[in-house]
């Protein structure tokens, strides 16, 4: 229950202050911490309906309200503050708290009294779970004449009681061999007044305070995340045949979030200690909140092109400062008037508001049986969302529960699925889902996990593991130093058997006992904080450090046999490599130091030129080192390769033959490095650019020897190439040779528009012919270069 109610009574009378054997702390300090622990717990989650109070028994002074009805009664009993959602201020009082404060006995039963009359008074009429958590010795006397109209109290009121005792244990025998007969009779009459009180329990203080130093997770309030029906049949039309349920869905597995900081700001305290703060003003606060604005970005003045419709980087609201944003306050747009766009390319489309709610779908929330599939049809990596249960409607608990509990025994027994389709709330999109049974000891309800979409699915291709295959189509499955022996396969096989963590009957793995190292680390390094705000970083828990290195025995079991497969893998240690040393200037090594003497006068250069060298000839040579830079700039990327291919055919220096070259080679690493048909659609693009450039400018010879090396590459003749989809497209979009009737060129003028055809339908694959090899025999160049003298004389 959610609301709850609790009344911490600890017994700090003298007999408290010894220490247990063993124990490096009092009895009434180890009480102490069981209950900063609770109040730290609940503070951290801070539910306001979660309440609580500490009374002190024992103490010098007397202070509570019974007492001040009946001032000769309930003496040496102290409140600490009236029941109310615990903060800092109880956790810090409750430090502060030493063994000063005990003074004299008391009865504690006087202490027990006033509790139930806190609790009643203040609760008695709501609809919390009350309890009581009382720690004590037993030592002291106590008047149990009252007993009897306590336990009345107790169970009519439903007040849990629990009793931790020093030297007790789950029975609520005292261990302790000195006991007096005081606390023997003492003893037994909190033991029978346990057994009296439905839910009541003793725990001795040891297992007590154990529990409270270690991990406890974090209690959630069952919330409901769907209220509605689930639908099997048409409800609508065929009321007949068709059923609907009522029923109630609660998050069963959900992650945990590590605690969420808060803006914070010192200001406030510059600001009071400067004295800049008037009195007129209010005082400032640590407090800080976020104020959004919307400005109007500047036009690039060196962009012709608008920029109304184009999405860029940098486009995002900001603050004034930010650049391109003018200073003007006019320039502020109101958030009201803002319009949605989406991103179509680089284009943004508006949408208003009015065409949006009508592109939105309208539903209704509910959940409908689609139809039932075997369990099996469902992978695990399918499941999409956190878990839920699904049982029925608590209004109506008989005959919804029945109805859930028959479908779940049903799909139990089938060992089958229900495909659902799940709305939460009202024009909230749909989700698809599978119900499957969740059975337990008299426990029979539902568990659903959304399934994806098709678009929500990933379908990515990986090489095979054991088998590969060459481009020739050959299949390799052994002998290959890629793939393992059967003498790996059979260690690693050993290595995973020698593993199993249930070989020895226990349970290393429990989610209900490993916690999260982060979550524990951050509630404990706040709580600490909050008491002592130079408070070190808290240590990593031992329990957390076992939970997060392999078990000393499996690793001590495990050794030969990872020796022995580190040699068989060939494993090896990848050391670190040093960073190269990088150089600046002429004197950054030895051997240019020593160089130095051959250096030219500072008078020449400043003349403009060096021995041997006319400063003219220096000049021409940088302006040609320039245009040859400038030539290696122009490249052509894969970001938008067609726009910088004309870039380099449009300029005026001659760049056709690098333009057309530098595209063919983009073409083919395309084609490599395409995952799946990533690629496709830009490299049919190319090669449309590219061939009419080459047919107009004469160099088809390049753009035909692409041709065949991209047939090469794809090998249309193996049906399953995995390029064979390319090639498909090449022919759908008659993209082929370059023959003499449209280009000419004298490298392909043997090349006619049948060979073209044949060379884009025939598959099979074609050697490149010798007219279109790169590269002329020695002859030729020889008898070329005999030519050309020729001419010149």
Same mark, same amino acid.
């Given at each position: 229950?959610?609301?709850?109610?609790?009344?911490?009574?600890?017994?700090?009378?003298?007999?408290?202050?010894?220490?247990?054997?063993?124990?490096? &702390?009092?009895?009434?300090?180890?009480?102490?911490?069981?209950?900063?622990?609770?109040?730290?717990?609940?503070?951290?989650?801070?539910?306001?309906?979660?309440?609580?109070?500490?009374?002190?028994?024992?103490?010098?002074?007397?202070?509570?309200?019974?007492?001040?009805?009946?001032?000769?009664?309930?003496?040496?009993?102290?409140?600490?503050?009236?029941?109310?959602?615990?903060?800092?201020?109880?956790?810090?009082?409750?430090?502060?708290?030493? !063994?000063? *404060?005990?003074?004299?006995?008391?009865?504690?039963?006087?202490?027990?009294?006033?509790?139930?009359?806190?609790?009643?008074?203040?609760?008695?009429?709501?609809?919390?779970?009350?309890?009581?958590?009382?720690?004590?010795?037993?030592?002291?006397?106590?008047?149990?004449?009252?007993?009897?109209?306590?336990?009345?109290?107790?169970?009519?009121?439903?007040?849990?009681?629990?009793?931790?005792?020093?030297?007790?244990?789950?029975?609520?025998?005292?261990?302790?061999?000195?006991?007096?007969?005081?606390?023997?009779?003492?003893?037994?009459? =909190?033991?029978?007044?346990?057994?009296?009180?439905?839910?009541?329990?003793?725990?001795?203080?040891?297992?007590?305070?154990?529990?409270?130093?270690?991990?406890?997770?974090?209690?959630?309030?069952?919330?409901?995340?769907?209220?509605?029906?689930?639908?099997?049949?048409?409800?609508?039309?065929?009321?007949?045949? !068709?059923?609907?349920?009522?029923?109630?869905?609660?998050?069963?597995?959900?992650?945990?979030?590590?605690?969420?900081?808060?803006? =914070?700001?010192?200001?406030?305290?510059?600001? &009071?200690?400067?004295?800049?703060?008037?009195?007129?003003?209010?005082?400032? !606060?640590?407090?800080?909140? *976020?104020?959004?604005?919307?400005?109007?970005?500047?036009?690039?003045?060196?962009?012709?092109?608008?920029?109304?419709?184009?999405?860029?980087?940098?486009?995002?609201?900001?603050?004034?400062?930010?650049?391109?944003?003018?200073?003007?306050?006019?320039?502020?747009?109101?958030?009201?008037?803002?319009?949605?766009?989406?991103?179509?390319?680089?284009?943004?489309?508006?949408?208003?508001?009015?065409?949006?709610?009508?592109?939105?779908? !309208?539903?209704?929330?509910?959940?409908?049986?689609?139809?039932?599939?075997?369990?099996?049809?469902?992978?695990?990596?399918?499941?999409?969302?956190?878990?839920?249960?699904?049982?029925?409607?608590?209004?109506?608990?008989?005959?919804?529960?029945?109805?859930?509990?028959?479908?779940?025994?049903?799909?139990?027994?089938?060992?089958?699925?229900?495909?659902?389709?799940?709305?939460?709330?009202?024009?909230?999109?749909?989700?698809?889902?599978?119900?499957?049974?969740?059975?337990?000891?008299?426990?029979?309800?539902?568990?659903?996990?959304?399934?994806?979409?098709?678009?929500?699915?990933?379908?990515?291709?990986?090489?095979?593991?054991?088998?590969?295959?060459?481009?020739?189509?050959?299949?390799?499955?052994?002998?290959?130093?890629?793939?393992?022996?059967?003498?790996?396969?059979?260690?690693?096989?050993?290595?995973?058997?020698?593993?199993?963590?249930?070989?020895?009957?226990?349970?290393?793995?429990?989610?209900?006992?490993?916690?999260?190292?982060?979550?524990?680390?951050?509630?404990?390094?706040?709580?600490?904080?909050?008491?002592?705000?130079?408070?070190?970083?808290?240590?990593?828990?031992?329990?957390?450090?076992?939970?997060?290195?392999?078990?000393?025995?499996?690793?001590?079991?495990?050794?030969?046999?990872?020796?022995?497969?580190?040699?068989?893998?060939?494993?090896?240690?990848?050391?670190?490599?040093?960073?190269?040393?990088?150089?600046?200037?002429?004197?950054?090594?030895?051997?240019?130091?020593?160089?130095?003497?051959?250096?030219?006068?500072?008078?020449?250069?400043?003349?403009?030129?060096?021995?041997?060298?006319?400063?003219?000839?220096?000049?021409?040579?940088?302006?040609?080192?320039?245009?040859?830079?400038?030539?290696?700039?122009?490249?052509?990327?894969?970001?938008?390769?067609?726009?910088?291919?004309?870039?380099?055919?449009?300029?005026?220096?001659?760049?056709?033959?690098?333009?057309?070259?530098?595209?063919?080679?983009?073409?083919?690493?395309?084609?490599?490095?395409?995952?799946?048909?990533?690629?496709?659609?830009?490299?049919?693009?190319?090669?449309?650019?590219?061939?009419?450039?080459?047919?107009?400018?004469?160099?088809?010879?390049?753009?035909?020897?692409? *041709?065949?090396?991209?047939?090469?590459?794809?090998?249309?003749?193996?049906?399953?190439?995995?390029?064979?989809?390319?090639?498909?497209?090449?022919?759908?979009?008659?993209?082929?040779?370059?023959?003499?009737?449209?280009?000419?060129?004298?490298?392909?003028?043997?090349?006619?528009?049948?060979?073209?055809?044949?060379?884009?339908?025939?598959?099979?694959?074609?050697?490149?012919?010798?007219?279109?090899?790169?590269?002329?025999?020695?002859?030729?160049?020889?008898?070329?270069?005999?030519?050309?003298?020729?001419?010149?004389?």
């Amino acid at each position: 229950m959610s609301q709850r109610a609790t009344s911490f009574i600890i017994n700090c009378g003298p007999s408290m202050q010894g220490k247990l054997p063993g124990h490096d &702390q009092t009895a009434f300090q180890e009480g102490m911490e069981i209950i900063m622990d609770s109040v730290g717990e609940k503070i951290l989650a801070n539910r306001k309906t979660d309440k609580m109070n500490v009374i002190f028994s024992g103490t010098k002074d007397t202070d509570n309200e019974l007492n001040d009805e009946n001032p000769e009664q309930y003496q040496h009993v102290t409140t600490v503050g009236a029941i109310d959602q615990p903060n800092i201020r109880l956790l810090r009082h409750l430090v502060n708290q030493t !063994s000063d *404060m005990s003074g004299t006995k008391a009865d504690i039963m006087d202490a027990l009294i006033l509790a139930i009359h806190i609790l009643v008074k203040n609760f008695g009429h709501l609809r919390y779970s009350k309890q009581i958590v009382l720690i004590t010795d037993a030592a002291d006397y106590i008047d149990w004449r009252d007993v009897d109209t306590v336990l009345n109290m107790l169970q009519t009121q439903d007040i849990k009681l629990v009793v931790i005792g020093v030297g007790f244990d789950a029975d609520g025998v005292i261990k302790n061999e000195k006991e007096s007969v005081e606390q023997e009779a003492n003893q037994k009459e =909190w033991k029978n007044l346990a057994q009296g009180v439905n839910g009541a329990q003793i725990y001795g203080l040891q297992e007590a305070y154990e529990s409270a130093l270690g991990m406890k997770a974090k209690e959630v309030k069952p919330t409901t995340s769907f209220r509605g029906c689930l639908s099997i049949g048409d409800t609508i039309n065929h009321t007949d045949r !068709s059923v609907a349920i009522s029923v109630h869905m609660y998050p069963y597995m959900m992650e945990a979030k590590a605690p969420a900081a808060q803006k =914070w700001s010192t200001l406030s305290n510059l600001a &009071q200690s400067d004295g800049s703060s008037t009195s007129d003003l209010p005082p400032l !606060s640590h407090a800080v909140s *976020m104020i959004r604005k919307y400005v109007v970005k500047n036009s690039d003045t060196t962009d012709q092109q608008s920029h109304t419709d184009t999405a860029k980087d940098g486009d995002t609201p900001m603050d004034d400062g930010y650049p391109g944003m003018r200073d003007n306050k006019s320039n502020e747009v109101d958030a009201n008037v803002l319009e949605k766009v989406y991103p179509f390319g680089k284009t943004l489309v508006k949408i208003t508001a009015d065409e949006e709610a009508y592109l939105k779908q !309208s539903t209704s929330p509910g959940m409908w049986v689609y139809g039932f599939l075997s369990k099996s049809a469902v992978p695990r990596n399918y499941f999409l969302s956190r878990v839920y249960l699904v049982m029925g409607d608590p209004a109506n608990k008989h005959a919804t529960n029945l109805a859930i509990g028959a479908l779940a025994r049903a799909l139990y027994e089938k060992d089958a699925v229900a495909l659902v389709r799940f709305v939460r709330r009202n024009n909230a999109e749909p989700e698809m889902g599978i119900l499957s049974p969740f059975i337990d000891v008299d426990v029979n309800l539902l568990q659903f996990c959304q399934i994806p979409f098709a678009e929500d699915v990933r379908q990515y291709t990986f090489n095979s593991l054991d088998k590969i295959t060459t481009k020739s189509g050959k299949v390799i499955e052994e002998n290959h130093p890629l793939l393992p022996t059967q003498e790996m396969k059979e260690s690693m096989a050993t290595f995973v058997k020698m593993m199993q963590l249930n070989t020895d009957n226990e349970d290393h793995y429990t989610p209900e006992d490993t916690f999260n190292p982060q979550i524990w680390r951050y509630n404990t390094a706040i709580k600490s904080r909050a008491l002592n705000e130079a408070a070190p970083v808290p240590k990593v828990h031992p329990r957390l450090e076992q939970d997060m290195t392999v078990l000393p025995k499996l690793e001590e079991k495990c050794a030969d046999q990872v020796k022995k497969m580190a040699s068989l893998f060939n494993i090896k240690k990848v050391e670190d490599q040093e960073p190269k040393k990088r150089r600046y200037g002429a004197d950054s090594s030895a051997e240019s130091a020593a160089n130095t003497n051959e250096r030219a006068p500072i008078e020449q250069v400043m003349a403009g030129g060096t021995d041997g060298q006319d400063p003219k000839r220096t000049r021409s040579q940088e302006t040609l080192d320039q245009a040859t830079k400038k030539v290696e700039q122009l490249t052509i990327g894969t970001t938008d390769p067609v726009k910088d291919f004309n870039a380099m055919l449009n300029n005026e220096e001659d760049l056709v033959t690098a333009a057309v070259t530098q595209m063919t080679e983009l073409i083919l690493r395309l084609a490599t490095t395409s995952f799946g048909d990533q690629h496709y659609n830009r490299i049919i693009t190319c090669l449309k650019a590219c061939r009419e450039a080459s047919a107009k400018e004469n160099e088809a010879g390049l753009f035909n020897k692409c *041709m065949y090396q991209l047939k090469q590459l794809i090998n249309p003749s193996k049906p399953t190439s995995p390029r064979l989809e390319l090639w498909h497209l090449l022919q759908k979009e008659s993209i082929s040779l370059i023959s003499k009737d449209e280009a000419d060129d004298d490298e392909v003028a043997q090349v006619t528009k049948e060979d073209a055809d044949k060379f884009l339908n025939n598959v099979e694959e074609d050697s490149q012919p010798a007219r279109m090899q790169s590269g002329n025999s020695d002859e030729n160049d020889e008898m070329s270069a005999e030519d050309l003298l020729a001419m010149m004389e």
